[in-house]
C-alpha cells in the first residue's frame, strides 16, 4: 500500500491514508489477540457498523464473528478451507420486518408446512460431494446376530479394493434415497401450484446432439423421466441460441460495495447516566410464593405452559388456531409439562386442564377479545421501572389499547372446584389488587393521559374480574 499510493486518486490516497494506521496497529497485534477480537475490533476501527443499513445486518456480522471464535487456534486459523466451508453454511437471519408473504427456507425446514405455491429453484445443481473416507463400514443385523463388513481406502498406488467399492456404492446409495426423501418432502409442500426451475450444463444445440442428462448428484436427475420431454421443447425453441447456461454451484453472486464519505466520522460516545444502587423490592407475587400445596403446584405448572401457548397465539393471530390445531399440539404440550416436572401419574389429568385452558381462550368471547390482534398489544411483555422509590421488575401477561383504554390482564389458570365459584374470584381481585396496581403505576408513568383498566381472566372456569386502576 505504501508503494502504491503515489498511483491512486487524491480520493484514493486519502482513504489510503486514514486505513493504513489502523491496519499497520492490526497487523503488530496479530496473534496477541484471540482471532475474534483481533478481526472485529479492526473492523470497529475501520468504522464497518456505520455500513450497515439494520441492526438485522449487525447480527449477520456478529454471526461471523462467532464463526471465527469457533474456529479459533491460537489467534489464527489452523485451516483457510474449513473457514470457506464454514461460511458457507453461514446464512443471514430471517428479516422481523417482513411479511409472510413469500418465505425462503431450506427443505429441511419446510418439512410438516404447506404453502398455497411452492418454487423450487436450481435443481440442476449438485451438492458439493464428500471426500472419500479413510475407512468404510456397514452394520446389519440377522438371526446370527450383528454383522460388521470393514474396508479401509486403498493405499497411493495400490489396487482398488473390491470390498471398499461395495461399502462405498452403498453409501452413494443411501445419499440418493436421503435426496429422494428430501425432494418428495419439498414437491408435497404444494397446496395448489409447484413451480420447478432447473438447467443444464450445456447450450440447446449440444443437448439435442448427445442428449446430455443433468448431473447424477443433483436433483433434476431424479425428475428427469418425467421432465425430459419438457427440456427437449425447449432445446428445439432455443436450438440456435450459442448461449451456455452453467448450474455449477459455485456461480459466482454480484455483491455492491457500501462507501463512507471521505470526510465522515464516528458519534461521540453518549454521555453516562446517573445511577444509584436500590434494594430489591419485597413485594411477592402471590402465585409465585412456593407452595406445598400440591394443588397450587399443579396450577403452578399448568399457568406456565398455558402462557407460553397464550403468547404464541397472541403473536401469530387467532385465524391460525382452532381446535384440530390444538389437538395436534398435544405431544408438545405433554413435552413441555413433563419439561415442568409432571410425572406419568399426573400427566393425563394436568394435559386435559392445559388443553380445556387454550381452548376455551380461543373460543370464548372473553379470550377472543383478550387475545385478538391490536396495534400495540404485547404478551409477556417485560417492564422495569420505580414503584414508591423501588425498583421493580414485571412481566405482563397481555396489554392492550381498546376503546381509548389501556387493559392490563393477567391470566390465571387456578380453578374452584367446589363452594361459590363468584365469591373465590371476588376474594382473586383482593389477593391480587396491590400487584397490579403496581402494573397501572409503570404504565402510567409511561402514558400519563390513557386511562387504563386491569383484568383477572380464568380459562377454566370463564372467569373474569375487572376494575378501574
Given at each position: 500500500m505504501h508503494r502504491r499510493a503515489s498511483n491512486l486518486s487524491d480520493d484514493g490516497q486519502a482513504r489510503l491514508a486514514r486505513i493504513v494506521p489502523i491496519l499497520e496497529e492490526a497487523l503488530a497485534k496479530r496473534g496477541r489477540l484471540t482471532l475474534r477480537h483481533w478481526v472485529e475490533s479492526t473492523w470497529v476501527s475501520l468504522n464497518g457498523p456505520a455500513c450497515l443499513r439494520s441492526n438485522r445486518e449487525l447480527e449477520d456480522a456478529s454471526s461471523y464473528f462467532d464463526l471465527l471464535d469457533r474456529l479459533d487456534s491460537g489467534g489464527?486459523?489452523?485451516?483457510?478451507?474449513?473457514?470457506?466451508?464454514?461460511?458457507?453454511?453461514?446464512?443471514?437471519?430471517?428479516d422481523p420486518e417482513a411479511n409472510d408473504s413469500i418465505q425462503i427456507m431450506t427443505i429441511h425446514k419446510a418439512k410438516g408446512l404447506e404453502f398455497d405455491a411452492v418454487l423450487l429453484p436450481a435443481l440442476g445443481r449438485h451438492t458439493y460431494g464428500d471426500d472419500r473416507s479413510l475407512l468404510l463400514w456397514d452394520e446389519r443385523?440377522?438371526?446370527?446376530?450383528?454383522?460388521?463388513?470393514?474396508?479401509?481406502?486403498?493405499?497411493k498406488g495400490g489396487e482398488e479394493d473390491l470390498i471398499y467399492e461395495f461399502l462405498n456404492n452403498i453409501e452413494a446409495e443411501r445419499i440418493k434415497n436421503e435426496s429422494r426423501r428430501l425432494l418428495y418432502v419439498a414437491v408435497t409442500r404444494a397446496k395448489h401450484e409447484l413451480h420447478l426451475f432447473g438447467d443444464l450444463d450445456c447450450t440447446a444445440q449440444e443437448f439435442l446432439e448427445e442428449a446430455k442428462p443433468p448431473d447424477s448428484r443433483s436433483l433434476l436427475s431424479l425428475l428427469w423421466p418425467a421432465v425430459r420431454q419438457e427440456f427437449i421443447a425447449q432445446a428445439e425453441v432455443e436450438r440456435d441460441?450459442?448461449?451456455?447456461?452453467?448450474?455449477?454451484?459455485?456461480?459466482?453472486?454480484?455483491?455492491?460495495?457500501?462507501?463512507?464519505?471521505?470526510?465522515?466520522?464516528?458519534?461521540?460516545?453518549?454521555?453516562?447516566?446517573?445511577?444509584?444502587?436500590?434494594?430489591?423490592?419485597?413485594?411477592?407475587?402471590?402465585?409465585?410464593?412456593?407452595?406445598?400445596?400440591?394443588?397450587?403446584?399443579?396450577?403452578?405448572?399448568?399457568?406456565?405452559v398455558v402462557h407460553g401457548v397464550l403468547q404464541r397465539i397472541a403473536e401469530e393471530g387467532l385465524s391460525h388456531w382452532d381446535e384440530a390445531r390444538l389437538r395436534m399440539m398435544q405431544p408438545s404440550l405433554r413435552a413441555a409439562l413433563a419439561n415442568?416436572?409432571?410425572?406419568?401419574?399426573?400427566?393425563?389429568?394436568?394435559?386435559?386442564?392445559?388443553?380445556?385452558?387454550?381452548l376455551t381462550s380461543i373460543t370464548d368471547s372473553r379470550g377472543r377479545w383478550i387475545l385478538q390482534g391490536r396495534p400495540h398489544a404485547r404478551s409477556e411483555f417485560?417492564?422495569?421501572?420505580?414503584?414508591?422509590?423501588?425498583?421493580?421488575?414485571?412481566?405482563?401477561?397481555?396489554?392492550?389499547?381498546?376503546?381509548?383504554?389501556?387493559?392490563?390482564?393477567?391470566?390465571?389458570?387456578?380453578?374452584?372446584?367446589?363452594?361459590?365459584?363468584?365469591?373465590?374470584?371476588?376474594?382473586?381481585?383482593?389477593r391480587y389488587k396491590e400487584k397490579m396496581d403496581r402494573y397501572a403505576q409503570l404504565f402510567r408513568a409511561l402514558d400519563p393521559h390513557t386511562p387504563i383498566k386491569i383484568g383477572l381472566y380464568y380459562p377454566l372456569m370463564n372467569g373474569w374480574r375487572e376494575w378501574e386502576a
Open positions: 489464527d486459523i489452523d485451516s483457510l478451507s474449513a473457514l470457506e466451508k464454514s461460511i458457507r453454511l453461514l446464512f443471514s437471519q430471517p443385523t440377522t438371526v446370527h446376530g450383528t454383522e460388521l463388513l470393514m474396508a479401509p481406502m486403498k493405499p441460441r450459442p448461449v451456455k447456461i452453467h448450474a455449477a454451484a459455485e456461480s459466482s453472486i454480484e455483491r455492491s460495495l457500501s462507501r463512507l464519505p471521505l470526510n465522515w466520522t464516528a458519534p461521540g460516545v453518549p454521555g453516562g447516566l446517573d445511577w444509584w444502587p436500590v434494594n430489591e423490592p419485597e413485594f411477592v407475587d402471590p402465585e409465585d410464593e412456593v407452595t406445598y400445596d400440591w394443588a397450587g403446584e399443579r396450577a403452578r405448572r399448568i399457568g406456565i415442568q416436572g409432571v410425572g406419568p401419574a399426573d400427566m393425563p389429568d394436568m394435559l386435559s386442564r392445559t388443553e380445556r385452558a387454550i417485560a417492564l422495569t421501572g420505580t414503584v414508591d422509590g423501588q425498583l421493580n421488575n414485571f412481566a405482563i401477561d397481555r396489554t392492550f389499547i381498546a376503546d381509548g383504554i389501556r387493559w392490563i390482564v393477567d391470566y390465571k389458570t387456578g380453578s374452584r372446584e367446589g363452594g361459590d365459584p363468584e365469591a373465590f374470584l371476588d376474594n382473586e381481585v383482593v
